[in-house]
């Protein structure tokens, strides 16, 4: 019941949703989809589900003046994807909430909402129901996924051990340089470098293939998934598994579009790659003695591992390891959601 | 990555998440609840997976001037819940959502998720994750609920056949009597009428026990939830059963409250309690051989449900039979979320 005035549009909820949702892909183990109270989802014997939700606000993770609407509604999917990576799962269902600005844009709508079922579809998502409401706010698009592990298979961030290796699964700190790019043009980079560090904020690709291979291995002990950034993310491992950690600054994979970026806005890369938020990379450590499962990985998947560091008993804090090995505290110093930008 | 300016708040989104979140009530089916990428629920075999979600904006569903805080958090799982409770799930797991607008008014985000908590605790349901984000529009509350049902056991809306019998679960229109008289104070009303009807749009109660008894009676044919308006989601069902209706307009259950309300503010009371929203009712039809098996529920269910009218053939339309016994169309007015209030 709106508490507001009929904004006295044409188009209603049902059509809406309608219009959005005609001819999802559905896969067999979705019994009721879009259409009723509630959908109906088969669930197989010996897996445990995994859920999370995520949103993203317009004005706060998004702006339609730096990402086309395909893009934003790709990237509300992927960082919902990404959490199910790093817990080892496969991801299965989506449920779509969509909280909508008045007056409606609905050839925006249209375009986001094709790109979230084309990355659904993508990775064998069934978008199986949602909700839509009008707000006099900014949209918001919020997500609930749903995917499966084997029973007793996820894999949790508080399995660390001191003395397993710690690694990412590719380049840090290129989507906070091109979120930089889009607020202000650099000058005296490649046109090329400046796209490829823009995609990685725009459309980052979630790490669902690694990550349930990586479950599968049984050789991970715990794993995230950098959102917030590594400082802050690395603290996440190490406070719930009761260690320390040191981390390689020359191991760290920096892109030289990362990199040149880095110069062009006097801003030091390696902050970038250590605080910045929206990676979307798989940050997680393996016991030593399992570490050559990785190597018979899918050359694919082994290919863009990189160890960083180390976990290590918890008196030794959270540690900056520099060229010359001096260490340095690394605090924790990315991404909150209350707070705002790292200083 | 925030796009806007820190807003210098001390308290960070991870502090916000342990203060909501300290010593939640978890159920033993919960291998991981909050502080990982992702909750890990036990899964019963035979039984099929339930979910919905459904978002509350502040300003659109409510405003912090009609509901105290406890009643807003305690709502928006209500809202929830009713819709497992129309497919006959039993409620489970919870993930919470929340969109909070700037700056953080703390005080009421901790009553608002008491109130939640405390309905998840009466209703047996974990709440195992869910996100925070800030914005600068309208808090948001969305929450995505998920229930069992033994397999094969949901009740849709699609099920509903010529002749079957229509029921609600109890009285219509008392909600949105209620929100009239918070938008205006009625005169000529009784106090404890006015605070009736208040407290059904303010803490809406969902049929959850009863509609876990109705999907065990296997004699629903079709159930929907009215949140929309009785008028409206009928129309649902028989849309998607293929079915008309008709409905007794002298066997709809008004109280007495608001009837006095309607008076008091010249309105018809049937015209709240055909189109009105927010009645968290319970709407079911069962065929006319199994209508027996509703007397032998127990007696707090059997005596809350009212036999309103039958399904019909499709030709005949959605109908409202008067007094007199003519009977004229019944339109689908209630509540549209995109076009807002009913005219």
Chains 1, 2 share one sequence.
């Not at 030593?288 to 560091?309: M, N, V």
Request: one cysteine or more.
């Amino acid at each position: 019941m709106s508490l507001h005035a009929n904004p006295t549009q044409h188009l209603g909820e049902f059509d809406l949703i309608a219009r959005l949702t005609d001819g999802l892909r559905l896969g067999n183990d979705v019994v009721r989809g879009v259409g009723d109270d509630a959908a109906v989802l088969q669930w197989p014997v010996d897996q445990h589900l995994v859920v999370t939700c995520d949103a993203q606000v317009e004005g706060t993770h998004f702006l339609r003046s730096f990402s086309s609407p395909e893009q934003i509604g790709r990237r509300a999917l992927s960082v919902n994807l990404s959490d199910l990576a790093a817990m080892g799962a496969r991801p299965k269902f989506a449920l779509v909430s969509l909280i909508v600005s008045k007056p409606l844009d609905l050839g925006w709508l249209d375009q986001m909402y094709a790109g979230l079922r084309a990355q659904a579809d993508a990775f064998g998502v069934s978008i199986v129901g949602g909700n839509i409401a009008s707000s006099d706010g900014p949209t918001c698009i919020d997500i609930t996924v749903f995917g499966q592990v084997p029973a007793g298979g996820a894999i949790r961030r508080d399995g660390g051990h001191a003395g397993d290796r710690l690694y990412v699964s590719g380049e840090l700190g290129s989507a906070v340089a091109g979120l930089a790019s889009l607020r202000k043009e650099p000058s005296g980079v490649p046109e090329d470098a400046v796209a490829e560090v823009r995609l990685a904020y725009c459309d980052p690709q979630p790490q669902v293939a690694l990550g349930e291979a990586l479950g599968a291995s049984h050789a991970v002990t715990s794993m995230i998934d950098i959102s917030d950034g590594l400082s802050s993310d690395l603290h996440h491992i190490c406070m719930q598994s009761g260690v320390g950690a040191v981390v390689d600054e020359q191991d760290l994979p920096i892109s030289l579009a990362t990199r040149a970026m880095g110069e062009a806005f006097g801003v030091d890369a390696l902050d970038w790659a250590l605080h910045g938020g929206d990676a979307y990379q798989l940050l997680f450590s393996i016991s030593p003695d399992r570490e050559s499962k990785l190597t018979s990985l899918p050359h694919a998947f082994s290919a863009q591992l990189h160890p960083i560091g180390w976990l290590t008993t918890p008196d030794q804090g959270v540690r900056l390891r520099h060229a010359d090995a001096t260490t340095d505290f690394l605090p924790p110093s990315g991404w909150d959601h209350l707070k705002g930008d790292p200083a």
